[in-house]
Structure formats: structure tokens, C-alpha cells
């Protein structure tokens, strides 16, 4: 299984919004309403943001929202925060009943 | 609050096997209807899916690692393990263990902390 795409970075001036993008095939991403998203910072483990393409669990902010379109995936993040500096990763299930990542994205707030 | 732990050797030599257990603490590893995962990341670089075991002891593998890779469970002591077989310098990586949450496929909302593993003769 190929990695899900994503793009190397972006960046964002505080309070502004911004968009990570995920791609993948009709056998993860266009498959099932199955995607997570993940934020890391340095050294410490992942966080789950969203699941199920746009929910979120208890405790995560509503500054960040999921969607998709076909086989391809977006976290959007508003009202950009010092603290939402981080690596941020895509996650999908596959119809292989297996999970596939994507390659990640750093985030920096300018 | 479920709280996860790897533990094992920080470091293994080539082609030897990569032992690993994840003790779950705060919930029942047979009580809740879940997977549970390993996940690790190399360093500098991004997530890596290994597998995931039901407490049943039914399986899941990354395709990429199927042929190296063992999963197990104790229910008695609440952990599940990890083994990879003949390991390069290419595995070396932080391994996390996690469970995911309510979600219809896996989404990973309790990590553990994370063990660095290095593979060097």
C-alpha cells in the first residue's frame, strides 16, 4: 500500500485559515468515510483530530474541520494559533481492512 | 482515563528479532471491542501503520511487513506484544502502541508514549 499524499508544509499568519490536503485512491481515501487526522509536535506522540472524515473527539477545538471529495481528503484549520505550529497527518482505512498514513505536513505559523 | 506503555530493549542488533509489549492501564484489554495497534516512526520521518490484534487474537498487517511481523495478547496481564524478525538499520523508529476510538475504521485516539528502538550491531 502507497502512502496517502500530502503536502510538505504550509504555513499561515495567526488567524488565518489554512487547508492540508490528503490524496489517495478509491481503495482508501474514495472508499469509506474512514479518515482520520493527527496532530504531533516535536517529541511527543500524535493526537487524534478528527475522525470519520469530520468528527471530532471530546476536547479537540472547532478551529479544526475535515472533509473529502472523491479520493481526496482536507483538514482545515481557522483562526491559526501559535500553538498549531506541528506536523499533521492523514489516515485512512483501506479496503484491505488495513491503515494506510500519509507522509505528513509541517505546519508553520509565521 | 486508558493509558498505554511500551516497553522492551532500546536497541537490537541486526537481524535479530524486535520484542516489544504494550501494557494498558485504566480499562480491560478484553473489555472493549477494539484493536489494538502498533504504529512506529523513524526518525525525521512520518507514520508508519504495523498492525493491530483483537483480543481474540485475530490480525491485521501492514503488507509492507506481514512476512517479519507477530502479534500476540495476555489477557492476564492486559498487554499485547510485538515482534519483528530480522531487523535492519531501516527499522529503527520510535514504536507507539494506541487503540482507536469510536470510529468506523482506525483512528488512534489513545497513544502510548512512544519507545525508541534502534537497530545497530
Known amino acids: 500500500q502507497s502512502a496517502l499524499t500530502q503536502p510538505a508544509s504550509v504555513s499561515g499568519s495567526p488567524g488565518q485559515s489554512i487547508t492540508i490536503s490528503c490524496a489517495g485512491t478509491s481503495s482508501d481515501v474514495g472508499a469509506y468515510d474512514y479518515v482520520s487526522w493527527y496532530q504531533q509536535h516535536p517529541g511527543k506522540a500524535p493526537r487524534l483530530l478528527i475522525f470519520?472524515?469530520?468528527d471530532r473527539p471530546s476536547g479537540v477545538s472547532n478551529r479544526f474541520s475535515g472533509s473529502k471529495s472523491g479520493n481526496t481528503a482536507s483538514l482545515t484549520i481557522s483562526g491559526l494559533q501559535p500553538e498549531d505550529e506541528a506536523d499533521y497527518y492523514c489516515?485512512?482505512?483501506?479496503?484491505?481492512?488495513?491503515?494506510?498514513f500519509g507522509g505528513g505536513t509541517k505546519l508553520t505559523v509565521l | 482515563q486508558l493509558q498505554l506503555q511500551e516497553s522492551g530493549p532500546g536497541l537490537v542488533k541486526p537481524s535479530e528479532t524486535l520484542s516489544l509489549t504494550c501494557t494498558v492501564s485504566?480499562?480491560?484489554?478484553?473489555?472493549?471491542?477494539?484493536?489494538w495497534g502498533w504504529i512506529r516512526q523513524p526518525p525525521g520521518k512520518g507514520l508508519e501503520w504495523i498492525g493491530s490484534i483483537y483480543n481474540s487474537g485475530s490480525t491485521s498487517f501492514n503488507p509492507s511487513l506481514k512476512s517479519r511481523v507477530t502479534m500476540s495478547v495476555d489477557t492476564s496481564k492486559n498487554q499485547f506484544s510485538l515482534r519483528l524478525r530480522s531487523v535492519a538499520a531501516t527499522d529503527t523508529a520510535v514504536y507507539y502502541c494506541?487503540?482507536?476510538?469510536?470510529?468506523?475504521?482506525?483512528?488512534?485516539?489513545?497513544w502510548g508514549q512512544g519507545l525508541l528502538v534502534t537497530v545497530s550491531s
Open positions: 489516515g485512512s482505512y483501506t479496503t484491505t481492512n488495513t491503515l494506510v
Open positions: 485504566g480499562g480491560s484489554i478484553t473489555s472493549s471491542s477494539y484493536y
Open positions: 470519520d472524515v469530520s
Open positions: 494506541g487503540r482507536p476510538g469510536p470510529c468506523g475504521g482506525d483512528c488512534y485516539e489513545y
